[in-house]
């Protein structure tokens, strides 16, 4: 299943504009305005200058707050995001609720304590978009993530994107243990039009005490499908022959 472009003309825009030109656009804004977001539960709080603000919708980080603030402009970012941007792309700090500045480690800990799986979800974030795929939360197919080519305004998501783990405590959000659940998880993807794309992490006997530890995880990626009988089909008119 390729992609989905949307309307006329969507391709030729992508292509002209790569998702990994934007990224290094936003990365170099962030880092000249000594960009800093703002620890907050489950998610990062920054809020944008005009520039930023139209950067981060173009690479797809982050979703925009409403805010009465007219040159202002409040974004959320999920964990994995916010980790990417401060310990991949090294262009956002991290501050507490005292506006202390949290290092690699102290974050992972706290992201880890939020979520006992974020470390292979984080490497999963971060493998796709190490490779330019657009990637947002896919809660609303009862997936992980959904992975896009391009921009969502021009193209529709071409994966939906389930991440399981392999190694000590391997597996622990339980999923796909039996195949009635590869079944109904494939036909709701086919409903949706997208590929089913199975990112298994393993953590190779290292334990996640710190972020340094993603250097030895592996993935192997497997897109699943359904049979369709109707690929097996005798063509009428070779039987008639």
């Given amino acids: 299943m ?13 292509l002209a504009d790569p998702m990994s030109k934007i990224v290094c656009q936003l990365q170099s804004s962030l880092i000249q305005s000594d960009a800093q977001g703002l620890l907050s539960s489950c998610s990062v ?18 979703r925009p707050i409403v805010s009465a603030e007219k040159d202002k402009q409040w974004f959320q970012f999920g964990m994995e995001e916010a980790f990417y941007l401060c310990y991949h792309l090294n262009c956002l700090k991290i501050v507490d609720g005292q506006d202390c500045e949290t290092n690699f480690e102290e974050l992972w800990h706290y992201m880890k304590s939020q979520n006992a799986t974020f ?19 896919g809660s609303q197919y009862g997936v992980d ?42 036909r709701l993807c086919g409903s949706v039009a997208k590929t089913l794309l199975v990112l298994t992490v393993n953590s190779n006997g290292n334990r996640s005490v710190s972020p340094s530890c993603l250097d030895s ?3 192997e990626e497997r897109t699943v499908t359904g049979w369709s009988p109707e690929q097996c089909r005798e063509n009428p008119a070779t039987k008639s022959m």
């Fill in 145 to 186: 993530f959904v992975a896009y080519r391009h921009h969502p305004a021009l193209v529709h998501s071409e994966f939906a994107v389930l991440v399981l783990s392999e190694g000590e405590g391997s597996n622990e959000n339980g999923r796909l243990r039996v195949w009635s659940d590869f079944l109904c998880t494939i």
């Fill in 217 to 219: 995880y592996s993935i």
């Fill in 119 to 137: 470390p292979e979800f984080y490497k999963a974030y971060q493998n796709l978009r190490m490779k330019n795929w657009v990637v947002r939360p």
């Fill in 2 to 14: 390729g992609p989905r472009w949307k309307g006329k003309g969507s391709e030729a825009k992508a």
């Fill in 45 to 62: 709080l920054y809020q944008a200058d005009e520039e930023q603000a139209e950067l981060l919708n173009r690479a797809c980080f982050g």
